[in-house]
C-alpha cells in the first residue's frame, strides 16, 4: 500500500510558528531578533579581564533590562539596553556605574507564516547617557541599522541579523 501523505499543518500551525522560537542570547545587545512580540526580560553579562590587560586583570559584570512593545503585529519599539556596570579590577578601586540607553523601533518587512520566515529591518540608538567612571557616557552616540530574519523549518530555527554601526 502507498505510504501515507505527510501531515500538513493547520491553520494555527502556520499563524502561531513564531511562538516556537527563541530570543538569541549569544549578543542580546548588538543582535535583535526579527520576531515582532512583547517582552520584558533581564540581561546580566560577565566578562573576564586577563591578567596583561590594563586593568591588571579582574572582571566586568552588567546587570540590565531589556524591553520590547508590538505596537502591532508588524512595528515593534525596543528598548535593549540599560543598566548598572560594576568594574573589579584586578589593581585599583572597584567602578560602579549607569551604562548608556538604547533604543529604537523595527518592522516587519515581509512576515509570511505559510513559509515560516519573517524579515524585519529596524535601527537603533545608543545614547551616550551612562557614567565615563565605567567608560560610558562617551562620543556622540552610535545608530545601529540592522535587518534580522528567521527561517523555520518546523522547530527547527535559522536566525541571521546584519547591520551597520555609525
Given amino acids: 500500500s502507498p505510504a501515507p501523505a505527510p501531515k500538513q499543518p493547520t491553520l494555527d500551525e502556520v499563524a502561531n510558528w513564531k511562538d516556537g522560537t527563541l530570543n538569541p542570547v549569544l549578543d542580546p545587545i548588538a543582535f535583535e531578533d526579527a520576531i515582532i512580540r512583547s517582552e520584558i526580560r533581564p540581561v546580566m553579562g560577565y566578562q573576564h579581564m586577563a591578567d596583561d590587560f590594563a586593568t591588571q586583570g579582574g572582571d566586568l559584570q552588567v546587570y540590565g533590562i531589556q524591553a520590547r512593545w508590538a505596537v502591532t503585529d508588524r512595528l515593534a519599539l525596543i528598548f535593549s539596553k540599560g543598566g548598572y556596570n560594576v568594574v573589579n579590577p584586578g ?7 549607569w551604562g548608556d540607553l538604547q533604543f529604537g523601533a ?3 518587512l515581509i512576515d509570511k507564516p505559510e513559509d515560516e520566515f519573517i524579515l524585519t529591518g529596524g535601527v537603533l540608538l ?3 547617557t551612562g557614567e565615563e ?8 552616540g552610535i545608530w545601529n541599522i540592522f535587518f534580522a530574519s528567521v527561517k523555520g523549518f518546523g522547530k527547527f530555527h535559522l ?6 554601526m555609525v
Avoid: C, I
Wanted: charged content about 20%.
Fill in 133 to 140: 567612571e565605567v567608560f560610558q557616557g562617551r562620543g556622540d
Fill in 126 to 128: 545608543s545614547v551616550p
Fill in 106 to 108: 523595527k518592522y516587519a
Fill in 91 to 97: 589593581a585599583g578601586p572597584d567602578l560602579v556605574g
Fill in 159 to 164: 536566525l541571521s541579523n546584519v547591520g551597520v
